[in-house]
């Protein structure tokens, strides 16, 4: 034989099986992913919303939790420093502030 009839014999027309058009189809347009797929990505996206909201709100009761204890320390300050200020006032005497009369000025 040679390289011309091989040639032809090779490229001689062939009828395509039976499936071809299901097979070339299915290359195509390729099946839809499947249900639970689909499912179990929302199920994932819905977990992690929950999650994510659940640390943001731990966090926000922390916070405000701080803030309650700032301001308890500042009024228990705030008392304490008033207590020794009336005691050092009363060791002290009554403060008496030179006040400018009329005359001197």
């Keep these: 034989m040679n390289l011309e009839e091989e040639l032809r014999s ?4 062939q009828e395509p099986s039976a499936d071809f058009a299901r097979r070339v189809l299915a ?3 390729p099946a839809p992913p ?3 797929v689909r499912h179990a990505a929302a199920w994932a996206v ?3 919303l929950v999650i994510t909201t659940g640390i943001e709100y731990y966090r926000y009761r922390q916070g405000e ?3 309650r204890e700032v301001l308890l320390a500042v009024r228990i300050a705030a008392t ?3 207590a020794v200020q009336r005691k050092v006032e009363k060791l002290n005497g009554p403060r008496d502030t030179p006040q400018a009369t009329t005359e001197e000025r």
Excluded: D, H, S
């Excluded at 090779?10 to 027309?13: D, F, H, I, N, P």
């Design 10 to 13: 090779a490229l001689q027309r």
């Design 27 to 29: 290359r195509v347009n």
């Design 34 to 36: 499947r249900r639970w």
């Design 46 to 48: 819905a977990a992690a």
């Design 65 to 67: 939790q701080a803030k």
């Design 80 to 82: 304490q420093w008033n």
